[in-house]
T-cell receptor, first 111, second 111 residues
Framework: SAVISQKPSRDICQRGTSLTIQCQVD?????MFWYRQQPGQSLTLIAT?????????ESGFVIDKFPISRPNLTFSTLTVSNMSPEDSSIYLC????????FGPGTRLTVT | QKEVEQDPGPLSVPEGAIVSLNCTYS??????FMWYRQYSRKGPELLMY????GNKEDGRFTAQVDKSSKYISLFIRDSQPSDSATYLC???????????FGQGTELSVKP
């Protein structure tokens, strides 16, 4: 398995602002995945990020709202832009070939 | 119809009971099957990981996959209060593919 860490672990943000979440893996990986878990719901994939190329977004998620960076083989960021209370969720990352393992998550509350 | 269906519960059992958690799915192309445990305010923790059909046992946990029926199960023997959590099933088509999650079943084990 790999060790996946995320920062911040939690944050409370105001409507209309943006938050960047970091994901760090202790091994070089090809793909990184960002998931969202809304309150009381299951996990939904937001996008897949490959190093050196644009992220691939799932239906219902767009780059303007959730821009992703993947500057190297161990690191990725997800930005939640122009936040609204509906963005209050836990955001989680995972990475191939360890995609069954998740980071601890970032708990975001938008007020 | 969702690709993966899971009874959300909640499910309440006495300590020492055998717990059966189930998921059904619609797409026969799924090859990899997982069960996660998620404690409140934490990220999901991988419990069991199986490929194709069959059984896998790990301590008090047994995972079963019946691809002919498109049905997977997780059994917990001698359940403990510490098993109280939400259990999520997940599956994917191939290595490196995205995970499709069930809704999660909330389990409470009463002392």
């Amino acid at each position: 398995s790999a060790v996946i860490s995320q920062k911040p672990s939690r944050d409370i943000c105001q409507r209309g602002t943006s938050l960047t979440i970091q994901c760090q893996v202790d091994s070089q990986v090809t793909m990184m995945f960002w998931y969202r878990q809304q309150p009381g719901q299951s996990l939904t994939l937001i996008a897949t990020a490959n190093q050196g190329s644009e992220a691939t977004y799932e239906s219902g998620f767009v780059i303007d709202k959730f821009p992703i960076s993947r500057p190297n083989l161990t690191f990725s960021t997800l930005t939640v832009s122009n936040m609204s209370p509906e963005d209050s969720s836990i955001y989680l990352c995972s990475a191939f070939p360890y995609e069954q393992y998740f980071g601890p998550g970032t708990r975001l509350t938008v007020t | 119809q969702k690709e993966v269906e899971q009874d959300p519960g909640p499910l309440s059992v006495p300590e020492g009971a055998i717990v059966s958690l189930n998921c059904t799915y619609s797409n026969s192309a799924f090859q990899y099957f997982m069960w996660y445990r998620q404690y409140s305010r934490k990220g999901p923790e991988l419990l069991m990981y199986t490929y194709s059909s069959g059984n896998k046992e790990d301590g008090r946990f047994t995972a079963q996959v019946d691809k002919s029926s498109k049905y997977i199960s997780l059994f917990i023997r001698d359940s403990q209060p510490s098993d109280s959590a939400t259990y999520l099933c997940a599956m994917r088509y191939n290595q490196g593919g995205k995970l499709i999650f069930g809704q999660g079943t909330e389990l409470s084990v009463k002392p």
